[in-house]
């Protein structure tokens, strides 16, 4: 069992940053590829990065490659989303998930799910 809680999100304008957390519970947090999605009113959820086991594979969805990065601390079993030039579309509620099998972009993989935290970008 993994419980995940999210934090850092709030209102930002457009082109700042903001640094999303996950903290997570359980001792085998290492074991488990990690994910962020996003969820806009109106629309479904969507992938936007995910990170392996160890930390080295990471990819991202083509609207925030380049933007947003992706970091896991195994030691303090935390993930992380660096969000830089956020743009008004980027306005979401923040998921992080948990995924006992691999890396991957598609949400009904993954175990476990946080509550989310929501991201307001002003223009």
């Known amino acids: 069992q993994v419980q995940l809680v999210e934090s850092g999100g709030g209102l930002v304008q457009a082109g700042g940053s903001l640094r999303l957390s996950c903290a997570a519970s359980?001792?085998?947090?290492?074991?488990?590829?990690m994910g962020w999605f996003r969820q806009a009113p109106g629309k479904e959820r969507e992938f936007v990065a995910t990170?392996?086991?160890?930390?080295?594979?990471?990819y991202y969805a083509g609207s925030v490659k380049g933007r947003f990065t992706i970091s896991r601390d195994n030691a303090k079993n935390t993930v992380c989303l660096q969000m830089n030039s956020l743009k008004p579309e980027d306005t979401a509620v923040y998921y992080c998930?948990?995924?006992?099998?691999?890396?991957?972009?598609?949400?009904?993989?993954?175990?476990?799910w946080g509550r989310g935290t929501q991201v307001t970008v002003s223009s």
């Open positions: 990170i392996n086991w160890s930390g080295v594979g990471t």
């Open positions: 359980g001792r085998t947090f290492s074991s488990y590829a």
């Open positions: 998930a948990a995924n006992s099998r691999a890396a991957s972009t598609t949400g009904t993989y993954y175990d476990y």
